[in-house]
């Protein structure tokens, strides 16, 4: 993918991040712009450094690494990074990407039904699995915390 069609997609998410930041938490998108502009930053960045550099690992890797650095105790602009990133409430950025993911397998669906009645069986109980293990371990740290 060129870097052009990176930045696209980098402008289209990061109006769907300040547009699902407005509307689901109340935050102004005015407000949320420094925190986008940094994380797409990020992103972008760490697009290009792992075109650039000979060790390749995931752009993931790039990103985590790079927003470390840019929030630890030896950056500069630690304080802006951490303000300005902290306005962008996490589920915000989710929504873009279950947004993307969804429409990534949408036309793959008939493909997977073909895989018969145990793939979609199988397909169920993973999902319902994750949900089941994911609140009764929230319900138990939430309460061994004393938050409720």
Known sequence: MRYIEWAVMFLVAGFGIGLANMVGFQVGFMDSLPGILILLGISF???VISKVLPLK???IAYCSLLGLLLASPISPCREFVIASAGKINFTAPLTMVGAYAGISISD???QFVKQGWKMLLI???VMT???ICSTIIAQLSLSLTGVI
Do not use: D, M, N, Y
């Open 57 to 59: 690992l995931p752009v």
């Open 108 to 110: 793959q669906l008939k």
């Open 129 to 131: 699995g994750t949900f």
């Open 123 to 125: 397909a169920f109980l």
């Open 45 to 47: 960045v760490s697009v």
